[in-house]
């Protein structure tokens, strides 16, 4: 990295999610269309601090782990690494420690899990270490009434007034929490009690009820509904180009069209769905075809693009949105659109789900388009949450 951090980010998503209820490890199950990591560190990147970021994940994940963790980074891709995880958190987090940089001398550990919790929190958290040198972990208030109980009987009710409840992230002096980690003996369910028993001072600042953990059913559901708060209406475009293939068949808007030449592309080349499907995903926040669903993957070699939207619009679905409708319009010399026009806005409409408006044009002998060289389709989709 061009500039030495002193800040980094250790994001634990190596944890397996059973109590998820979902086949993948919980970092990886999507929430609204995009993984619990992704939007964990969408909010840890946009801390007011540069930080190194060290992903943990699972050895079975570490692919998908970078791909996610450069696609949220953007243009600080350089500034983030992806380790294997342990058998045990504090495994994890010590393989995390170990990946940070020599200029580091703040670290924070926080659970991909807390997938919501707001870049102000990471930045109050930073704050107090670096003004107290303490251990520091954000806390809420117990509010409920608690009660101790021995052998399912209630033996008395416990002062909740020095009681909190403890989140990420967690934030240390770097030398002193790889110190703690050294000596570090029994397994501890955070890394506050670790840095305790090793005779660290910690502190708390205000925590943030956004930074709740995600690790029941309930806990997803809820955190749909946060995210769906203020959504309302989205809209979004999407352009596609091919060039024509006079050896391949002509696949275009979902329909096949004889005696025209093809569409060159690593699936069909339908230029039109592809349009579609880039409309959808932008209105959505949801990236692009080629990040979705890119050239290198060979599942889709030559395949039929009505997969596309399939697989489209179970993300824009699972996002918590509606398609409400879509409007396309080609320009290209052939195919003829208008003898067909209904019978292709009936076929994308059927694929969307939506109402699908058709345009065509030429380009009046300019460019690739009007120089018969290929085709260009622009989409733009109106969805709702």
């Given amino acids: 990295m061009s500039d030495q951090p002193r800040l980094a980010v250790i994001v634990v998503a190596a944890g397996s999610g059973t109590r998820l209820g979902h086949s993948e490890p919980k970092a990886f199950v999507e929430l609204r269309g995009v993984t619990i990591l992704e939007r964990c560190l969408d909010n840890v990147f946009d801390s007011s ?171 997803l559901r809820r955190a749909e509904n946060v995210l769906g708060v203020s959504r309302g209406i989205r809209t979004g475009i999407g352009l596609d180009v091919h060039a024509y293939d006079e050896e391949s068949p002509m696949w275009f808007g979902g329909l096949y069209w004889p005696d025209e030449p093809g569409l060159a592309g690593h699936s069909d080349g339908d230029a039109a769905l592809h349009a579609v499907c880039d409309a959808l995903l932008s209105a959505a926040g949801l990236g692009d075809l080629g990040t979705r669903f890119g050239s290198a993957d060979e599942r889709f070699r030559d395949a039929r693009s009505d997969v596309f939207v399939r697989e489209t619009l179970a993300l824009v679905t699972g996002a918590g949105f509606t398609v409400i409708n879509v409007a396309l319009q080609i320009t290209a010399n052939r195919p003829r659109i208008g003898a067909r026009r209904g019978e292709l806005e009936r076929r994308l409409g059927e694929l969307v789900g939506a109402p699908v408006s058709v345009s065509a044009t030429t380009a009046d002998g300019l460019g690739m388009t009007g120089r018969g060289e290929g085709v260009a389709c622009i989409a733009t989709a109106l969805l709702s949450s």
């Fill in 49 to 219: 601090t540069p930080v190194q970021v060290v992903v943990v994940a699972p050895v079975a994940k570490l692919a998908s782990a970078r791909s996610i963790a450069t696609r949220s980074a953007g243009p600080a891709a350089a500034s983030v690494s992806v380790v294997a995880g342990g058998d045990t958190r504090q495994a994890s987090v010590s393989a995390g420690l170990a990946a940070l940089a020599d200029s580091v001398e703040t670290v924070l550990v926080h659970d991909a899990a807390r997938a919501l919790t707001p870049a102000s929190l990471l930045d109050r958290v930073v704050r107090q270490v670096e003004s107290t040198g303490s251990g520091v972990i954000p806390a809420l208030p117990v509010t409920d009434t608690v009660k101790r109980i021995r052998e399912g009987v209630v033996a008395e009710t416990v002062d909740r007034s020095d009681l909190v409840h403890v989140q990420t992230p967690q934030g240390f002096p770097r030398a002193a929490l790889d110190g703690a980690y050294a000596v570090a003996t029994a397994e501890h369910t955070d890394d506050a009690a670790l840095f305790s028993a090793a005779g660290g001072e910690v502190v708390t600042v205000e925590g943030d009820a956004r930074a709740f953990k995600i690790t029941t059913p309930w806990d």
